[in-house]
Each structure stands twice: as structure tokens, then as C-alpha cells.
């Protein structure tokens, strides 16, 4: 897979769907971000932190992973954070930032949306119109190429549509690699992308 142009287009396409969220919860203090769902709070903590690499940021999401009872390693992020800056002072290639940009979202998808523990509790009482709903809000909240597929697969065995999802996600992501980095070809792909969570978030309902 050309991952090329990746990072540049994940940043615009990716980071519209919680953005009144972030600008709210810029600060974890806030009254506005105290108010948010704990799943809510988790998904603008991640896209602040990969948006603006800040010490703040990385030790706002450790607080709420110990809420949360995580064990993931935070301070594992930090080299990341590093270049991400560095690159930035250096204006280095599309390729370097796709790079980096892969390796980011892996880490935080390494931390699961709660909407999927939400779906696994519904699946465990029979619930499975909740499940495939809460599933389908957590692949919303995924970053990497690996995660969003593997959620996919997952649900097709309940979700049949979930078949359909992921072929219309791997044609965009084949279309995001060929296309240019021009501001008419990011608007095109906005819309598609943009086209294709709505498609996500359309629930099908069993006849």
C-alpha cells in the first residue's frame, strides 16, 4: 500500500469528526471536557495529542488511562512526539510525515474506543443490535488502516454490511494513495471521506 500522501490527507479528513469536541476540551480542565461521556472524553484526549504533540496533552490522556485502569506505557509515545516536532523544524518530505503518522496511529489505536467494551458487554446479554451499533461508533474513532479492517472483518459475521464497509474503505484508501495533494483533490476526498463514515454510521437494520 502507497502511503505516500497519507498523513497529509488522514490530518484533514480524520480530525473534522470530533473537532467541537477538541476545541471545548482544549484544556482537560475545562468545565466543557469534565461534562463529556468517558468514551468522548478518551477520543479528544487521542486527537489532541496527535494534533499538538504537548508534554499537556500526553499527561492529560495518562491521568484518564489510569481511570480507566490502563496499562499501556504513555511515555512510549514520547519519541513519536519528538519527531513530530523535529520533522516539523525541518520540513521534511510527505514520506517522512506518512511515516510517522503510520507509527502515531498504531499507538493510539493500541488504546481501544470504549464504545467496543460498550458492544462486547451488549453481545455478551444478546443485545446484538447494540453491539453492531457500538461497534460501528468505535471503527469511527479508529486511526490506523490495520484496525479499522480488523474491526471490519470482525463484525461481519453479525453485521453483514460490515463486508461492504471494508471494500468501499480499502477503495478509499487506494484512492487517497493516487491522488494529489492539491487543495481541489483534498476537498474531493473530504466528501468521500466523509461520505463513507456516513455510510458507517447508517445502521442497517436485520429484516
Same mark, same amino acid.
Given at each position: 500500500?502507497?502511503?505516500?500522501?497519507?498523513?497529509?490527507?488522514? %490530518?484533514?479528513?480524520? %480530525?473534522?469528526?470530533? %473537532?467541537?469536541?477538541?476545541?471545548?476540551?482544549?484544556?482537560?480542565?475545562?468545565?466543557?471536557f469534565k461534562i463529556l461521556a468517558p468514551k468522548d472524553k478518551?477520543?479528544?484526549?487521542?486527537?489532541?495529542?496527535?494534533?499538538?504533540?504537548?508534554?499537556?496533552?500526553? #499527561?492529560?490522556?495518562?491521568? %484518564?488511562?489510569?481511570?480507566?485502569?490502563?496499562?499501556?506505557?504513555i511515555q512510549s509515545y514520547k519519541p513519536l512526539m519528538e519527531?513530530?516536532?523535529?520533522?516539523?523544524?525541518?520540513?521534511?518530505?510527505?514520506?517522512?510525515?506518512?511515516?510517522?503518522?503510520?507509527?502515531?496511529?498504531?499507538?493510539?489505536?493500541?488504546?481501544?474506543?470504549?464504545?467496543?467494551?460498550?458492544?462486547?458487554?451488549?453481545?455478551?446479554?444478546?443485545?446484538?443490535?447494540?453491539?453492531?451499533?457500538?461497534?460501528?461508533?468505535?471503527?469511527?474513532?479508529?486511526?490506523?488502516?490495520?484496525?479499522?479492517?480488523?474491526?471490519?472483518? #470482525?463484525?461481519?459475521?453479525?453485521?453483514?454490511?460490515?463486508?461492504?464497509?471494508?471494500?468501499?474503505?480499502?477503495?478509499?484508501?487506494?484512492?487517497?494513495?493516487?491522488?494529489?495533494?492539491?487543495?481541489?483533490?483534498?476537498?474531493?476526498?473530504?466528501?468521500?471521506?466523509?461520505?463513507?463514515?456516513?455510510?458507517?454510521?447508517?445502521?442497517?437494520?436485520?429484516?
Amino acid at each position: 500500500m502507497n502511503w505516500t500522501l497519507i498523513v497529509t490527507l488522514l %490530518f484533514v479528513l480524520l %480530525f473534522a469528526r470530533i %473537532f467541537w469536541a477538541h476545541v471545548k476540551a482544549n484544556n482537560a480542565n475545562t468545565q466543557a471536557f469534565k461534562i463529556l461521556a468517558p468514551k468522548d472524553k478518551l477520543a479528544v484526549l487521542k486527537e489532541c495529542l496527535l494534533n499538538n504533540p504537548t508534554e499537556t496533552n500526553l #499527561q492529560n490522556l495518562a491521568v %484518564f488511562l489510569k481511570e480507566i485502569e490502563s496499562d499501556l506505557d504513555i511515555q512510549s509515545y514520547k519519541p513519536l512526539m519528538e519527531r513530530q516536532l523535529a520533522l516539523a523544524d525541518k520540513k521534511e518530505s510527505l514520506a517522512e510525515w506518512d511515516k510517522l503518522y503510520v507509527e502515531q496511529s498504531d499507538w493510539v489505536d493500541q488504546i481501544e474506543p470504549l464504545e467496543f467494551a460498550e458492544a462486547i458487554a451488549a453481545k455478551g446479554s444478546g443485545d446484538i443490535e447494540t453491539y453492531v451499533t457500538r461497534s460501528l461508533e468505535g471503527i469511527s474513532r479508529l486511526y490506523s488502516d490495520a484496525a479499522i479492517e480488523s474491526a471490519l472483518k #470482525q463484525l461481519e459475521p453479525d453485521y453483514p454490511k460490515a463486508k461492504d464497509l471494508l471494500l468501499s474503505y480499502l477503495k478509499l484508501v487506494e484512492t487517497c494513495a493516487e491522488s494529489g495533494a492539491d487543495d481541489k483533490s483534498l476537498e474531493k476526498l473530504r466528501k468521500q471521506r466523509d461520505a463513507w463514515v456516513e455510510d458507517l454510521l447508517t445502521i442497517e437494520k436485520a429484516e
